[in-house]
Nanobody, 121 residues
Framework: QVQLVESGGGLVQPGGSLRLSCAAS????????MAWYRQAPGKERELVAV???????NYADSVKGRFTISRDNAKNTVYLQMNSLKAEDTAVYYC???????????????WGQGTQVTVSS
């Protein structure tokens, strides 16, 4: 089994910062892309940022210049540094990772349980 556990969410004022972490554990052989998604109330889940195993990144236009995704391959962990937060960043943030598990021949998409980020004064 593989598990993704997120941490770092919370309540922050507009203009503030938060850092999310997501650690993958279990029978992992290799992790390909890792990403952060978010889902606000009444809206569909959207991609926030993605990072390849080689470190290439891509961001949603709405967070470019404010959010930074990074990863530590030795720790099977992905991070999301969020700066200059706005009220519209309020959402449940989910991490996602394409993981090759032991005794498997394919990568499978795995999700964390989500962490709430609320931006409010």
């Amino acid at each position: 089994q593989v598990q993704l556990v997120e941490s770092g969410g919370g309540l922050v004022q507009p203009g503030g910062s938060l850092r999310l972490s997501c650690a993958a554990s279990g029978s992992i052989v290799r992790i390909n892309d890792m990403a952060w998604y978010r889902q606000a109330p009444g809206k569909e889940r959207e991609l926030v940022a993605v990072i390849t195993s080689g470190g290439r990144t891509n961001y949603a236009d709405s967070v470019k210049g404010r959010f930074t995704i990074s990863r530590d391959n030795a720790k099977n962990t992905v991070y999301l540094q969020m700066n200059s937060l706005k009220a519209e960043d309020t959402a449940v943030y989910y991490c996602n990772a394409d993981i090759l598990k032991r005794y498997s021949y394919s990568y499978y998409s795995n999700w964390g349980q989500g962490t709430q980020v609320t931006v409010s004064s």
